[in-house]
């Protein structure tokens, strides 16, 4: 099983990056590991709603401007790093 999951959700309001992890006790540890990008306005840990999901995802909230599928990829990245250090 991988360690996380990530997508790209286009809302009609804000274009955000939902991710979700094997291990749900990592997900505060997971949100200050992330919250150095400057390029992130906001990251919340909500409640998943839906079939095969985990219960809950880390919703980013991107700053405007910012190109998401860049920022997806730098945060893969940044999460593998984290994981392989683990």
């Known amino acids: 099983m991988l360690p996380f999951r990530s997508e790209i959700r286009n809302s009609p309001t804000q274009p955000t990056i939902k991710i979700f ?6 997900d505060a540890r997971i949100k200050n590991h992330l ?15 839906g079939r095969n999901r985990a219960n809950e995802n880390l919703t980013v ?6 190109d998401i599928n860049k ?3 730098s945060i893969d990245s940044s999460l593998w790093w984290y994981f392989e250090q683990d």
């Open 21 to 26: 992890l094997g291990d749900e006790s990592l």
């Open 71 to 73: 920022m997806k990829s």
């Open 35 to 49: 919250e150095h990008f400057n390029e992130i306005e906001t990251i919340e840990i909500r409640e998943s709603i």
């Open 61 to 66: 909230f991107l700053k405007d401007e910012v």
